[in-house]
Each structure stands twice: as C-alpha cells, then as structure tokens.
C-alpha cells in the first residue's frame, strides 16, 4: 500500500515512516507533508491508497486538508498526542485513530484494517460523514460496519439499539434491521450524548422516538415503531429526568 505521512513535527514524521518501514513491510512510504497546501499537492500527486493524517498541524488541520481531497478514494488513518474533539467524529465515520507516541501493535492493526478495507468503495461517504460532523453540536450521521458492508445512517433515523451477544442490532424508522459487529456499550457511549440512553443491559433506545411508558406488567417503555422495551428499576428515574 502507498501511503503519505502528514505531520508538522519531524521527529515524530521520521519516527512513524520508520515504524511503517520496520514494522509494516507491506506499506510504501510514498511521500510526506507538513502542511494543508503541500499535503493537498503531494496527496493528489502521489494518490495514495493510505493517508496517515495529523489532526492539528501549525497552520490549519487534517480536515482542511481532506475538504480540498474529498474526489479522491483513499483510507484515512489520524494521529494525535492527545484524546481530540474530533475523535467522537472519526468514531462516528467508522475511521481509525492512533494516539502519540504509536504504539508497535495499535499501528499494526490500524494497518490490517486499512488493508482488509482496501478494495471497498466506501472511503469517500465515510469521510463525508466525518467532515458534515466536525464542529456540529450533534452528529448528522454514523457509519454502521456490518460483517460485509458499511451502512450510511442519520442518527435521528435510529429508534433503538439491542444487544446480541457481542453485536448490536440497530432499529431503523425504515423498518430496517440492521446487525453490526460491535458491542452495545460502544454505542452507547458513542450515542449517549445524542439524546440516546441506556435503559435496560440489552438496549439503548432514542429518547425522542419513545410513544409511551406503559406502568403495567412492571412497566415498559412504547416505542414509535410499537417494540416494548423493558427498563430497569435503577434507570427510571434518569429516564423520566431526561424526558422531563
């Protein structure tokens, strides 16, 4: 795989192209950059099938420099010294992050991911996603990865999320099912900010589409596609607090 270092220090540009050289022999170091301007240029000059792009350069960030990229299909993997705003948005677009210094392992598996997702067609959505989230109070949209596909959803679109063993199956307005390979606590705390809460072990549910708390049967919530949710004692009165 080319790929292309973006980082303004050099230390730590030569320290990663030297991991990459060392470590993952697969991957060409193609080309560098230090700013938004010569990253554009050699980006679009090299077309590398990898970008491993800092997030806060001297002047400007890596998102200014994807904006100005977004007609070209390639993988995205950021760094950061430090636990970012924007990593809740990469989470979101499904992309991966690695916190400075790299660690040996985490550069490694970022790597085999990017190399499985080489041939799919699915870079340019998902950093469309990103960039419609950087900066929004609340995010637009999520990408949900499936074991053979990524799947592009407004999270207004979601009424619930149910734990199944260790995958989450996601509840749609458009009557859509759809089954995604990650634990319900990873979405619940990419979601619990987003007017999402988790009322019971086995779901998280979109607070602004509940229809009704039924008191009988020990109570339950309705949701607006009609699936009864169970709650549990403890979260109640959470609940009815963020329900107002």
């Known amino acids: 795989m080319k790929a292309v270092i973006v980082e303004d220090e050099m230390h730590n540009r030569e320290a990663l192209r030297n991991l990459l050289i060392e470590f993952c022999e697969d991957v060409e170091v193609a080309g560098v950059a230090s700013s938004v301007a010569e990253a554009v240029e050699v980006i679009r000059k090299i077309k590398p099938d990898i970008i491993f792009m800092d997030i806060e350069l001297q002047v400007g960030t890596g998102f ?13 993997i950021f760094t950061t010294a430090f636990e970012h705003y924007a990593i809740k948005a990469i989470k979101f677009s499904s992309l991966d992050y690695l916190l400075k210094p790299i660690d040996i392992d985490e550069l490694q598996g970022a790597v085999a991911k990017a190399r499985a997702r080489i041939h799919e067609s699915t870079h340019k959505q998902q950093l469309e ?9 609340s995010m637009k949209k999520i990408c ?18 149910e734990a199944s ?25 990419l979601l619990g900010d987003e007017k999402f809460m988790r009322v019971h072990n ?3 549910i979109n607070l602004n589409e509940v229809k009704q708390f039924v008191k009988s049967e020990g109570g339950y919530i309705l949701m607006n ?8 004692p ?8 963020r329900m107002n």
Do not use: P, W
Request: charged share 30%; with cysteine; glycine share 2%.
């Open 64 to 76: 200014d420099v994807l904006a100005q990229i977004t007609d070209l299909d390639l993988d995205v």
């Open 234 to 241: 403890k979260k109640r009165d959470e609940f009815f607090a």
């Open 144 to 161: 949900l990865a499936t074991a053979d596909r990524i799947e592009f959803v407004r999270v207004e679109e979601i009424i619930l999320c």
């Open 129 to 137: 996603v990103l960039l419609s989230n950087i900066g929004a109070k």
């Open 165 to 189: 063993g260790s995958y989450t199956n996601v509840y749609l307005k458009d009557k859509r099912k759809i089954m995604v390979s990650k634990h319900l606590k990873e979405y619940e705390t």
């Open 202 to 204: 086995s779901f998280l």
């Open 225 to 232: 596609d009609n699936q009864q949710v169970s709650i549990s």
